[in-house]
């Protein structure tokens, strides 16, 4: 077991086991940066087009009576930058006995196979772990690229969540017609359901206009030039059948004659933030259905970075909650989306109707909040604290300034009791992020601004 795992000072009211990766990484860092001769780590991801990351740390030396730990803790800095960054070929410099480790968790019959199949089918490569020297490792070649910020002509903005599908008429920067529509994609199993439903909130937005000239949408998953690698809400569709789902978004663009983009919610999210805050150096984060993330770099760009932070490790206890599809503990998407209030509800007393769509029984619980029964309180006041110590973890891989959360679990009381958690974490425990780190729920402005208008912000109309 990981020793390292130092007890937070704040612990959520629901969850006194949780020990922050924060926290776990700092105390290894520091126990090893004692040690008499630290060795390097690096770890580079290969991702399409020669874009590279790079992540250079400091374990124990093969011989330290404390090695052993080495290998939990850079498997668990591996599975974050995979989510993170993206790659489908990772350069491990420096130890064989962490690369031999990496090679065998991260392999097809691995505990981390779920990485290995969907990090292939991503980047359509078979995923790799390379063991080679540190001083072999790449460069880091990032890349970015401009999004959104287009305002002019008469635009639709999408978002398709697992339990909605929002959409809106957008006239030279205003929304003058918004809905949601409530579907449920996740279990379903035929291409077509997504298609139709898709299709006809189009064309419901678009009788709202007298003509159309560009569409943008926002979703959960990874997107590659209009393409889904990777989304949850179509986790049921067979794989023979998936070639459908894959270019459902270029059909619908060659049908419609118009130009079309669609990207990661989370990006969207950032997006919004940066155009009301009229900042950079944006993290956006949603919690709804699952956790979205999104960055908005300093010079207002976006990366090709994955940000699917859904499935990146924010929590080292070892009895963890286990994401059903990943297959692994501690993931963001069990602490910071509507899968969190679920798995807290019990421990207050608040037992959920079954026959509930998951959009119902969160707002059933949400119900509970803002009439104060049950202790509903406690599990926001878990989120705000589980929020407060990821910053921290999110802080050490991205330059952020801002950080913007919204979503469905932000709704009424919940959004502030969770900001005011997360505050109080960042102040007791990091007073220098604190005094760097603004966080914000969405305002006015802001929601003016708002999901639907980043979204058909999106294309270029030439």
């Given at each position: 077991m990981f020793k390292f795992l130092p007890q937070p000072a704040i612990l959520p009211p629901l969850d006194h086991n949780?020990?922050?990766?924060?926290?776990?990484?700092?105390?290894?860092?520091?126990?090893?940066?004692?040690?008499?001769?630290?060795?390097?780590?690096?770890?580079?991801?290969?991702?399409?087009?020669?874009s590279f990351s790079r992540y250079d740390t400091e374990v124990f030396?093969?011989?330290?009576?404390?090695?052993?730990?080495?290998?939990?803790?850079?498997?668990?800095?591996?599975?974050?930058?995979?989510?993170?960054?993206?790659?489908?070929?990772?350069?491990?410099?420096?130890?064989?006995?962490?690369?031999?480790?990496?090679?065998?968790?991260?392999?097809?019959q691995g505990h981390q196979a779920f990485d290995n199949r969907f990090m292939g089918r991503i980047y359509e490569h078979p995923f790799q772990v390379?063991?080679?020297?540190?001083?072999?490792?790449?460069?880091?070649?990032?890349?970015?690229?401009?999004l959104g910020r287009n305002m002019n002509g008469k635009r639709i903005g999408?978002?398709?969540?697992?339990?909605?599908?929002?959409?809106s008429a957008v006239v030279n920067g205003e929304a003058v017609f918004s809905t949601e529509i409530e579907w449920h994609p996740v279990e379903q199993t035929d291409p077509n359901y997504h298609r139709d439903f898709i299709k006809s909130a189009l064309e419901l937005a678009a009788s709202k206009m007298d003509?159309?000239?560009?569409?943008?949408?926002s979703s959960a998953g990874v997107y590659i030039k209009n393409r889904p690698m990777v989304a949850s809400l179509y986790r049921s569709i067979p794989?023979?059948?998936?070639?459908?789902?894959?270019?459902?978004?270029?059909?619908i663009q060659d049908e419609m004659g118009i130009p079309?983009?669609?990207?990661?919610d989370g990006e969207v999210t950032a997006l919004a933030g940066s155009m009301s805050l009229e900042k950079n150096n944006v993290l956006g984060i949603a919690m709804g259905s699952s956790e979205a993330v999104g960055f908005i770099t300093s010079s207002g760009n976006i990366t090709d970075w994955l940000n699917e932070l859904a499935f990146a490790p924010v929590d080292y206890q070892a009895t963890g909650p286990v994401d059903e599809w990943s297959g692994d503990k501690g993931v963001g998407a069990l602490y910071f989306s509507q899968q969190c209030v679920f798995r807290l509800a019990p421990k207050v007393g608040i037992i959920i109707p079954d026959q509930l769509t998951n959009a119902k029984k969160l707002k059933y619980v949400q119900e509970k909040l803002e009439v104060g029964t049950d202790d509903a309180h406690l599990i926001w006041e878990s989120i705000g604290i589980y929020l407060g110590y990821a910053l921290?973890?999110?802080?050490?891989?991205?330059?952020?300034?801002?950080?913007?959360?919204?979503?469905?679990?932000?709704?009424?009381?919940?959004?502030?009791?969770?900001?005011?958690?997360?505050?109080?974490?960042?102040?007791?425990?990091?007073?220098?992020?604190?005094?760097q780190l603004n966080i914000l729920l969405p305002d006015e402005k802001i929601r003016r601004v708002g999901q639907s208008i980043a979204a058909a912000s999106l294309p270029k109309i030439n």
């Open positions: 949780f020990r922050p990766a924060s926290l776990a990484n700092r105390a290894f860092s520091q126990a090893v940066s004692e040690c008499k001769t630290p060795q390097k780590l690096v770890l580079g991801l290969e991702r399409m087009d020669d030396p093969d011989h330290h009576q404390d090695s052993i730990h080495n290998l939990f803790y850079a498997e668990r800095i591996l599975k974050f930058l995979l989510w993170q960054r993206g790659g489908w070929k990772v350069h491990v410099g420096g130890s064989q006995d962490i690369a031999d480790y990496l090679q065998e968790r991260y392999s097809p390379i063991p080679c020297d540190f001083s072999d490792v790449p460069a880091a070649a990032e890349q970015q690229k401009s999408f978002d398709l969540g697992a339990s909605d599908l929002k959409v003509h159309l000239d560009a569409v943008g949408g794989k023979e059948k998936f070639d459908k789902i894959h270019n459902m978004f270029l059909e079309f983009e669609i990207v990661n921290r973890h999110y802080a050490d891989f991205y330059d952020i300034n801002h950080v913007l959360i919204l979503g469905r679990c932000t709704s009424g009381r919940g959004g502030s009791i969770i900001l005011e958690q997360a505050n109080r974490v960042l102040d007791a425990e990091f007073p220098n992020l604190a005094d």
